[in-house]
């Protein structure tokens, strides 16, 4: 009996071990260094169809060797810039090379527009 509980403990105790491990290497950190290695990172106006231009950060990978897909983020808040404020939930996607953009929502930031209240 005193044998069974012990081998439990010691397997969960590996299991417990095993789960944090790996929590702390999947949350490892994008670091500003990191990202302007392998993003190219570009800011551009894109026209609307009502002639209101929204600010858009496009992150480009610097070594692509096939198509890569699109995440597009349109958001009312600042396009965080390289560094700390980008998005640590975009760390397996930057992984994998794909083309991220971020645009402002009219009228936010530098994107053109006006409310209408």
């Known amino acids: 009996m005193i044998h069974s509980i ?3 403990g010691k397997a969960l105790c ?3 071990f095993y789960i944090w491990l790996s929590l702390n290497l999947s ?3 994008i670091t ?3 990202i302007t290695e392998n993003y190219h990172k570009k800011e551009v106006m894109i026209p609307m169809r009502d002639g209101i231009c929204l600010y858009t950060a ?3 990978p610097l070594q692509r060797t096939q198509k890569a897909p699109i995440l597009m983020t349109r958001t009312p808040y600042k396009a965080s810039p390289y560094g ?3 998005n640590n939930r975009l760390w397996k996607v930057c992984q994998n090379a794909h083309l991220l953009f971020f645009t402002h929502k009219a009228p936010t930031f530098t994107s053109w ?3 209408i209240t």
């Open 113 to 115: 527009g006006f409310v």
């Open 27 to 29: 949350a490892q950190e």
């Open 32 to 34: 500003e260094t990191w």
């Open 58 to 60: 496009i992150y480009e």
């Open 6 to 8: 012990n081998q439990q």
């Open 14 to 16: 590996f299991t417990l």
């Open 84 to 86: 700390k404020k980008f």
